[in-house]
């Protein structure tokens, strides 16, 4: 079945710096999701990508979608504290109707 | 005031004993979600409907069962056959079956089993 890896697990970074997350799909994917989870809460909808190579951007955060369809990333320039949490990829393949979580980035931003 | 609802946020059951998760929303989607997360991991996909009256199993549906018998609602019951049901449970609805649209997730329900 279809598979989405993310990495890394775990991002430490100082406030002020960059952080960024991969997601591999093993299929092809039709589009991806990427969501936000704080801690103790549940995931929010960030944005989806769609189109090959695209590109979107939401203030700080940067979104890419590979030209093959299997892969994306989220950059996140200048990490503030507001930005803590667990970001997930959700990736959906041909088979309309569900999506493939990936296990997700936890990142912590030390002020 | 639209959104998902689960109930209750926390649940303490003994072990061998089931136990219904409920998942109501008022956002009119055709299509709901149940996932199962566990600690420093991901969503897992336990069950989905896309319509009612319908639904499939996903990646993780053994020990685990469903109904769609209303738009709004869609339970999980946790039975006794789940080796390991300690976990946090999220549903989430979506407006269109088909290819796209995001999902919205309702505050989850930390099951624990003693």
């Known amino acids: 079945g279809q598979q989405v890896m993310q990495i890394p697990q775990y991002q430490h970074v100082q406030e002020g710096e960059d952080f960024t997350t991969y997601c591999n799909s093993s299929t092809t994917l039709s589009n991806i999701q990427w969501y936000k989870q704080r801690p103790g809460g549940h995931p929010v909808f960030l944005i989806q990508l769609v189109k090959s190579g695209e590109v979107k951007k939401q203030k700080r955060l940067t979104f890419q979608f590979g030209e093959a369809k299997k892969n994306s990333s989220l950059h996140i320039t200048a990490t503030q504290t507001t930005d803590v949490g667990t970001y997930f990829c959700a990736g959906e393949g041909t088979n309309a109707g569900k999506s493939t979580f990936g296990d997700g980035t936890t990142l912590t931003v030390k002020p | ?114």
């Open chain 2, 1 to 114: 005031d639209g959104g998902i609802t689960q109930s209750p946020k926390y649940l303490f059951r003994k072990e061998g004993q089931n136990v219904t998760l409920s998942c109501e929303q008022n956002l009119n989607h055709d299509a709901m979600y149940w996932y199962r997360q566990d600690p420093g991991q991901g969503l897992r996909l336990i069950y989905y409907s896309q319509i009612v009256n319908d639904f499939q199993k996903g990646d993780i549906a053994e020990g685990y069962s469903v109904s769609r018998e209303k738009k709004e609602s869609f339970p999980l019951t946790v039975t006794s056959a789940q080796k390991n049901p300690t976990a946090f449970y999220l549903c989430a609805s979506r407006q269109d079956r088909g290819v796209g649209n995001e999902q919205f997730f309702g505050p989850g329900t930390r099951l624990t089993v003693l």
